[in-house]
Each structure stands twice: as structure tokens, then as C-alpha cells.
């Protein structure tokens, strides 16, 4: 079954933040502290996502994958920001895109990447030791601009810039 791509609506909160988790969970667990995924990681995640669907930008585009009435993917594309005093080399940022592991493969992630960024220039931010999320970004045209910084949240992980 093919995932729908749709805008998110505040009601959608909860489950675009357990989407958000799980999908951490899935992805980074082996490179994260035991007790990283709190209770309360979760609820600043709901916190987080109660705030931004209640609250929509123009400048935003968010969209989420579902099938059969569940949501199953997200991704989220902002204003382009720098890091300290630089100047961010695109206009767009591609915040977030995550798809649950039982559906990788699928063409959801392609799909929410398609209807948020489309083709034309963007950065991201993409963690280096996610070789898959690293495979997709590079056939969808996306290279490494060389800027890289640890996540102060997950010391392990490697945050690597990608532009287009």
C-alpha cells in the first residue's frame, strides 16, 4: 500500500512526535546514552509539535506520510539558518525527514522529500553515521559542503551539512 502525503493537522501532534521518536529509537539507538529516550524526551517532542501545528508559518512546509489512517513519516522544511555567525548557503533548510523503519523503501521518504524540497536548492543536516539517510540525500542530488558539528545532545553523532 502506497503512503498519502498530506499538510499535518494540530491534531497530529502526538502521533508526528511518537513518529519522531520511534524513528530516532530505530535509527540511533546504538549511539545514544541508555537513558535518552526519557518520558520526558517524549513529551518535549508533543511539546514541540503541539506548538508548531498550532502555530503554522508561511515560511514552513510540513508534511506527513500516512497509511490506512496511521502516520508513518514526516518531514519538515523551514527557512535556511547559519550556524554562529555564518550565513546559511541556501534559503531553504530540510529540518527533518523521517520515515518509520517497517516502511523504509517504500517510496514514502521520496515522496515527502518530493513534496517539501522538490528539485530545487536546499541544505540539510544529515547525521554521518546514518549511511542510508546518506545514500538517499546524495541520489536525490544533495552533496557535502565539508561543515560538520556534534550534536551537544548526542555527542556520538556526527552532523554533517548537505547542499543543493
Do not use: C
Amino acid at each position: 500500500m502506497r503512503a498519502t502525503i498530506r499538510a499535518p493537522r494540530p491534531a497530529d501532534a502526538a502521533a508526528i512526535a511518537e513518529v519522531h521518536v520511534a524513528a530516532w529509537r530505530e535509527t540511533y539507538s546504538h549511539l545514544l546514552p541508555a537513558d535518552f529516550f526519557s518520558p520526558s524526551y517524549l513529551a518535549g517532542r508533543q511539546r514541540l509539535w503541539r506548538h508548531v501545528l498550532a502555530e503554522p508559518r508561511d515560511d514552513m512546509t510540513i508534511r506527513v506520510a500516512e497509511i490506512g489512517g496511521d502516520i508513518i513519516g514526516f518531514a519538515w522544511l523551514g527557512p535556511g539558518e547559519g550556524r554562529d555567525a555564518e550565513a546559511p548557503p541556501r534559503d531553504r533548510l530540510l529540518y527533518a525527514i523521517y520515515v518509520l523503519a517497517d516502511h523504509h523503501g517504500t517510496g514514502a521518504g521520496q515522496a515527502l522529500l518530493d513534496e517539501t524540497v522538490g528539485e530545487g536548492p536546499a541544505m540539510l543536516w544529515v547525521a554521518k553515521e546514518n549511511p542510508r539517510a546518506v545514500a538517499f540525500y546524495l541520489r536525490n542530488g544533495f552533496r557535502f559542503d565539508g561543515v560538520e558539528q556534534n550534536d551537544p545532545h548526542a555527542p556520538l553523532i556526527t552532523d554533517a551539512r548537505m547542499v543543493r
